[in-house]
């Protein structure tokens, strides 16, 4: 946390220390929610107790949904607040759990690699963050109007131009169900669990 | 048919007969006698019947050209003269002999079948080289006998002498033909084909530009493959091959292809004074070197092999006074007594059971255990030493007389320096001649000691052929008048003066040798007398091991003995040991102080190992460390340099995901960046 | 709204997610860290659509699919990590090193080219 955390807070301060911007309340809420999305990722990926990593991830993708909610995405913050915080943080719990994950401090949470990743995430931060604010310093969103992001015109966009894709997507979620259920399958125990090891040696 | 249509088929039917013997030499074994005699045989008859029509009137001239080569043409043609027609009749009639006599000596050989395709081929080349009218395809003939003097010299490639002697004939022999090429090249660039008739033609006109240098350098040439001083050194190797090939070398082909040669284009070398000069020298020191040198062998091959050489000098001499009729008389003698002395000489040797002269002067009655091959070799050692009224007499006469024409200056064609060197030369080795010819036949033939084994009769290829040899041995002389016309007219007859001076020279060395023989036996009887009076003179001597006679006299014992073990891979049958002893040597006492360098060639095998091989295999050292030091260091460095690489990036090779992912996205990202800054920078500019 | 925030705040939270797939060691949490890099993506598309006010509304759509998509990866992913678990014993991810080369020889090498080679070396 330590690490990104100085570098967001003068990025931000140096986003609205400007004076072109008069910062408006909904972009104050979304810097404050920003941050501590961003906070809760940092935690989520350096904490050392594995399961405290899921939940502060709960935070860090909840603090998401309220940043949709502040662009006015409303159905796409509930699909993410039901998705996300409600089964995928289940299932990624029940992934820790039934790997006998251990509960509390774990010192090797991290590999070896954190160094070179540290290197370049950062690197990689830096020169996103200032193509980013090199490309958009001069762009606002006009978030009044007609609503963009409420559930009726999400229906209306999905069901009758995106109908297709939304088909074929049902068919994918379709085959990932039916291949999590055969890759988590115990009773093919003869097959699957002598044959990596006998390669092994 | 016509007689140009017989002439191709003279060479053209060994050749045939050759390659079906390599082919079906392997499936068909049962054809392998009469695919080497018949072709032979047909050749022979062919080339006489070509010689008839000749009738050593016009050159017979024909030629057709394959396909256009340039500007030098290169035409399949034929010149048959009477020099062609003649040596002709002689290879053809030679490689006969050789052929009937090789299914006896050699019928007990698995390689029998390539051994006669390989003589076939031989012969084809020879006759090849005789009756073509244009110099290229004669080098072809030329280079293809000098490949199959190399496998059949090897023959016997089990053995360490036959390898090298083939490695030898074959190096030295190349060694004369690199400059001969150069010589033909620089030839036909003066004339302007290689056409032999052009040649002398362009000759003729005065057309040539460089006649000494092309002589000379033809001369190399005719130097390596006519064994004539410097580049001899082969032949007398050479006989580690089996007889009857050093029959064929030796009497017929490729030794006397150089002589040939010459005699073909003697104008031009006439057309430079110095040339002949060069050649009268090179054979006034060859006769008389190998005269000296076949007094001191013991190996009967390499006696008859340095006498072949100095009988080449005599040839060479003739040519050096500008008389090829009297060269190619010689040649024809020569080439029917030297057949005779080798494949008799094969005959004593399987009945001896050795090489060794030493060996064969041990053993009594060698001449009534093969009476043919002893009678015939009195013939052919009376030809040889030139006594009247054997072919060996006339050939020789007429060369003396050539010389002595020169040297009276009656000739335009030679310098009379060479007329009196060839003359006092070939005096002086028709001494030598005849007293190594008496060497051998008394050592041979009139040996005491053990009774020679019992081998049986010897088969009736080889004492028939034997016969048949003795007949132009015995009578080709008389023939020397009508011969002569179908030369250049020179008389060939011998006059009082040189008949006087050569057969005094010859019957002075024949008795010298004989006197000496006498006290030399004398004392070397007496001498196992004194020594070993235990067995009590028993004649069962030969059943005794030769210790007890090497005990007799300790030093010269053992120094012959060594000198006595030649190779004799051709001999298959056991022989009893045979004992040593003092033998009687009437060249030992001839030659005196001389005999131990004469032995040994005049040390000038070793002189060019000084000369010539140890500075190649310096230079072939030196070469190898730079290969090995050197340029091999580039090349391991060129390995290891990408396989030091290899390791350093094999380490990267962990197997760790992460890291693999890591670096791929720093990659990434140091391209993004550098697109973005190029990006930026080029909108800049 | 000025559009660098959600922009700034997207890159910064792939960023983070970038660092846990690189740095952590259990594989679930690598899937955590990968969850995080999608929803920084899931951002930027629905503050673009916004900007842009497409009428297609692309932006959100595929942020739905994405979601979904993102589902059916943890399902599958969780999936693929439990059954390593059951035959390694382990989730860890850098302990999975099948794909390196080996350094000793084995006896079984599969094209025996490791193995020559590691011999020349010694004797060279």
């Given at each position: 946390m330590s690490d990104l955390t100085p570098a967001a807070t003068t990025l931000a301060a140096a986003a609205t220390g400007h004076g072109f911007l008069s910062p408006t309340g909904v972009e104050i809420a979304f810097l404050l929610v920003g941050l501590a999305t961003l906070g809760?990722?940092?935690?989520?990926v350096t904490t050392k107790q594995l399961v405290h990593a899921a939940l502060w991830l709960v935070v860090a993708l909840g603090g998401i949904a309220v940043e949709y909610l502040l662009l006015t995405a409303e159905f796409i913050a509930w699909v993410q607040v039901l998705i996300y915080l409600g089964s995928v943080v289940v299932l990624l719990l029940f992934g820790l759990m039934l790997t006998k994950a251990p509960i509390g401090r774990s010192p090797d949470a991290d590999s070896n690699n954190r160094w070179v990743a540290l290197g370049v995430a950062l690197v990689a931060a830096a020169s996103l963050v200032w193509v980013v604010v090199d490309a958009f310093r001069t762009t606002w969103i006009d978030l009044d109007g007609p609503a963009q992001g409420s559930t009726k015109v999400s229906g209306e966009i999905l069901f009758q131009h995106w109908v297709l894709p939304f088909e074929a997507l049902s068919v994918l979620l379709l085959a990932a169900l039916i291949g999590a259920i055969v890759l988590s399958r115990r009773d093919a125990v003869a097959g699957p669990e002598d044959h990596p090891k006998g390669q092994q040696r | 048919m016509s007689t140009t249509t017989l002439a191709v088929l003279v060479p053209l039917l060994p050749f045939l007969g050759a390659l079906a013997g390599l082919l079906l030499g392997r499936s068909a074994p049962g054809f392998a006698r009469p695919l080497a005699v018949l072709p032979a045989l047909a050749s022979a008859v062919l080339a006489v019947v070509v010689a008839v029509r000749q009738g050593g009137g016009e050159p017979i001239v024909a030629s057709t050209q394959l396909t256009p080569t340039g500007s030098v043409p290169i035409d399949l043609a034929l010149y048959l003269d009477g020099f062609a027609v003649l040596v002709a009749v002689l290879v053809g009639v030679v490689a006969t002999c050789v052929q009937l006599y090789s299914t006896a000596y050699l019928r007990e050989d698995p390689r029998y079948p390539s051994y006669a395709?390989?003589?076939?081929?031989?012969?084809?080349?020879?006759?090849?080289?005789?009756?073509?009218?244009?110099?290229?395809?004669?080098?072809?003939?030329?280079?293809?006998?000098?490949?199959?003097?190399?496998?059949?010299?090897?023959?016997?490639?089990?053995?360490?002498?036959?390898?090298?002697?083939?490695?030898?004939?074959?190096?030295?022999?190349?060694?004369?033909?690199?400059?001969?090429?150069?010589?033909?090249?620089?030839?036909a660039t003066d004339a302007g084909s290689f056409r032999i008739t052009k040649i002398l033609d362009t000759v003729a006109a005065g057309g040539l530009d460089h006649p000494t240098l092309i002589a000379l350098l033809l001369l190399a040439g005719v130097a390596g493959k006519s064994a004539q001083f410097p580049l001899h050194t082969w032949l007398p190797d050479a006989m580690a091959g089996p007889t009857p090939v050093s029959a064929l070398i030796h009497a017929a082909t490729m030794v006397a292809a150089g002589v040939y040669f010459v005699a073909r284009l003697l104008p031009v070398f006439e057309a430079s004074q110095a040339a002949m000069v060069v050649m009268a020298v090179m054979a006034a020191v060859t006769m008389v070197g190998s005269g000296l040198a076949a007094l001191a062998q013991d190996d009967i091959k390499r006696v008859l092999a340095y006498s072949t050489i100095g009988q080449l000098g005599y040839m060479t001499g003739a040519l050096a006074v500008g008389d090829r009729g009297a060269a190619v008389f010689h040649l024809l003698s020569h080439g029917a007594f030297k057949a005779l002395l080798f494949l008799g000489a094969g005959v004593i040797i399987h009945a001896a059971g050795t090489n060794s002269l030493a060996a064969m002067s041990r053993m009594d009655g060698l001449s009534q255990r093969i009476p043919d091959a002893f009678w015939t070799m009195t013939i052919a050692l009376l030809a040889l030493a030139a006594i009247p009224p054997f072919a060996g007499f006339f050939s020789k006469e007429a060369v003396l007389v050539a010389a002595e024409h020169a040297a009276g200056g009656h000739t335009q064609a030679a310098p009379s320096a060479a007329g009196w060197l060839v003359l006092v030369a070939g005096v002086l080795t028709a001494l030598l001649t005849a007293a190594y010819a008496a060497r051998l036949w008394l050592m041979a033939f009139r040996g005491r000691g053990a009774a020679a084994p019992d081998h049986g009769k010897e088969p009736l290829a080889m004492t028939g052929v034997l016969w048949l040899l003795a007949i132009p041995s015995l009578g080709l002389g008389l023939a020397a008048g009508p011969i002569a016309d179908w030369f250049d007219g020179n008389g060939l007859t011998p006059t009082p003066v040189t008949s006087v001076l050569g057969t005094g020279a010859a019957a002075v060395g024949a008795v010298l040798t004989y006197a000496l023989w006498q006290r030399a036996a004398a004392k070397a009887a007496t001498a196992p007398a004194t020594a070993t009076p235990a067995p009590g003179a028993t004649l069962a001597a030969a059943d005794q091991p030769p210790a007890v006679a090497a005990a007799v006299s300790a030093a010269t014992a053992a120094a012959e003995s060594a000198a006595e073990t030649p190779e004799v891979a051709e001999v298959a049958h056991e022989h009893p040991a045979v004992p040593a002893g003092p033998a009687a040597d009437p060249g030992r006492a001839l030659l005196g102080p001389l005999h131990r360098h004469a032995a040994d060639g005049f040390h000038l095998d070793a002189v060019y190992d000084r000369l010539f091989v140890r500075p190649v295999r310096a230079a072939a050292s030196l070469v190898r460390f730079l290969d090995r030091e050197v340029v091999d260091t580039y090349v391991s460095g060129a390995g290891a340099g990408p396989r030091l690489l290899g390791s350093l990036v094999r380490r990267a090779q962990t197997g760790n995901v992460q890291s693999y992912l890591s670096a791929l996205l720093a990659g990434a990202v140091v391209l993004a960046i550098a697109t973005a800054v190029l990006a930026n920078v080029n909108a800049g500019s | 709204m000025h559009l660098a925030y959600p922009a700034v705040l997207a890159a910064l939270l792939f960023c983070t997610g970038l660092y846990g797939v690189l740095a952590r060691r259990n594989a679930i949490l690598v899937l955590m860290s990968v969850e995080l890099m999608l929803?920084?993506?899931?951002?930027?598309?629905?503050?673009?659509?916004?900007?842009?006010?497409?009428?297609?509304?692309?932006?959100?759509?595929?942020?739905?699919?994405?979601?979904?998509?993102?589902?059916?990866?943890?399902?599958?992913?969780?999936?693929?990590?439990?059954?390593v678990y059951r035959n390694r014993g382990t989730s860890d991810v850098d302990r999975l090193r099948d794909t390196a080369e080996r350094h000793e020889p084995g006896p079984d090498t599969p094209d025996g080219r490791p193995a020559p080679n590691h011999q020349s070396e010694v004797t060279a």
């Open positions: 809760a990722a940092v935690v989520t | 395709a390989l003589v076939s081929l031989f012969t084809s080349a020879m006759l090849l080289v005789v009756y073509s009218g244009d110099l290229m395809v004669l080098l072809v003939g030329w280079e293809v006998m000098g490949i199959c003097s190399y496998f059949l010299v090897g023959h016997y490639w089990e053995t360490e002498a036959a390898r090298s002697a083939s490695l030898k004939a074959f190096l030295v022999t190349k060694l004369g033909d690199v400059p001969f090429l150069i010589g033909l090249f620089a030839l | 929803n920084a993506v899931n951002l930027n598309l629905v503050a673009f659509d916004v900007w842009l006010r497409d009428a297609l509304h692309a932006g959100q759509a595929l942020t739905l699919f994405t979601i979904a998509i993102a589902a059916a990866e943890i399902g599958i992913g969780l999936a693929i990590v439990l059954m």
